[in-house]
């Protein structure tokens, strides 16, 4: 074989290699999915905790618009007892 192909052959193979590294790299990440189904449970869990926290704040803010709207209704109320800070000297 030249000189002259000895490069390119070179090259073909280091082209080759990578490609098989990358392919074989793939296939690693493509069948390793299943670990991320163990996760499925915390997933869930954590789903169930945001939906949770989402009612608890959904009726908070139905409390207090409800106080709200009290308040609104009777402006007379007697003012806000001062506090100890606020008379103090």
């Known amino acids: 074989m030249s000189n002259k192909h ?3 052959n070179f090259l073909v ?5 990578a490609l098989a590294l990358s ?10 999915e299943p ?3 163990a996760d499925y ?4 869990e ?6 949770l926290t989402q009612r608890l704040l959904a009726r908070c803010q139905a409390a207090h618009q409800r106080q ?7 402006p007379e ?3 806000a007892v001062p506090t100890a800070t606020a008379t103090a000297h």
């Open 6 to 8: 000895r490069p390119l």
């Open 35 to 37: 670990a991320l189904a």
């Open 68 to 74: 709200d709207s009290l308040l609104a209704l009777h």
């Open 23 to 32: 392919l074989g790299l793939n296939a690693f990440l493509l069948y390793s």
């Open 46 to 51: 954590t789903e169930a905790d945001l939906r």
């Open 77 to 79: 109320l007697p003012p």
């Open 13 to 17: 193979l280091l082209l080759a290699g």
């Open 41 to 44: 449970e915390d997933l869930q």
